[in-house]
């Protein structure tokens, strides 16, 4: 998927092959293949949806399964703000909301599980799901030496969370929002959820227990997974829920 914002880009970027073109305003654009799933309302294209939904949650508790055809998400997507379709919707996807007056926003889910590529140019700026969809692509290409360190120095060996290797590329943030409305570009960020800590007993034991078969059981396939072991408690954990 690619979004692209501000009226000298969607004028470069309309007829480019590649893509479909999904939805396209004098400022706004955006361009996917099939991978998209898109969603109307009166005719006209609201949300944007690439990638894999697990379920919608119904408090902290319960998950229901449902994928992204499913009634009640295009009812969610169209009708709610997109803060609120990130915090209960559960997966790894990237969404585009175009609400009524047509402001467009840009979002990962809530953990920030699949990237969205972003560059500023023009009074404008693209946003991708892959680095190759990007205009500095095809230009002399430039790396972010601090992004560069990073990768050779700290544990994980990767850049940090909003930067990229590239200069002038950037990442969406967990939590973060891209905003482009009234030809400004601005970014929004989705509170936190922090539960204080209680006094755990054994029925909290219990309750965690159903909630992490549950999860996994609804991630899983009963067609066979993968499982990557690092001999750590979690991965461990989920191969024991696998085979129970």
């Not at 840009?106 to 693209?126: E, N, P, S, T």
């Not at 850049?159 to 009234?182: A, M, S």
Request: aromatic letters at 10%; one cysteine or more.
């Amino acid at each position: 998927i690619r979004i692209v914002i501000g009226k000298e880009l969607v004028e470069q970027y309309q007829n480019k092959n590649g893509l479909e073109n999904l939805y396209s305003s004098p400022d706004c654009l955006v361009q996917g293949d099939s991978d998209v799933e898109v969603t109307k309302e009166d005719g006209q294209e609201r949300a944007f949806f690439m990638g894999r939904l697990i379920g919608k949650r119904s408090g902290m508790e319960r998950l229901d399964r449902m994928d992204a055809t499913h009634s009640e998400i295009r009812k969610l997507l169209c009708s709610q703000p997109i803060e609120e379709c990130i915090t209960v919707l559960e997966g790894r996807f990237l969404l585009v909301r175009i609400d009524k007056s047509s402001v467009c926003e840009i979002a990962c889910d809530r953990f920030g599980q699949i990237d969205m590529y972003y560059q500023k140019i023009y009074q404008g700026a693209v946003f991708a799901s892959d680095l190759d969809l990007l205009p500095f692509k095809h230009e002399a290409i430039k790396y972010d030496q601090a992004a560069v360190v990073h990768s050779l120095y700290v544990y994980g060996f990767r850049p940090p969370k909003k930067h990229t290797l590239y200069e002038g590329v950037r990442r969406l943030g967990v939590g973060e929002i891209g905003i482009w409305e009234n030809g400004q570009l601005s970014f929004g960020q989705l509170q936190p959820m922090i539960k204080t800590t209680e006094d755990y007993g054994k029925d909290h034991n219990e309750k965690y227990k159903d909630l992490f078969l549950d999860a996994v059981e609804k991630r899983s396939s009963s067609m066979g997974n993968i499982v990557y072991l690092s001999s750590g408690w979690d991965s461990t954990s989920i191969l024991a829920s696998l085979v129970k």
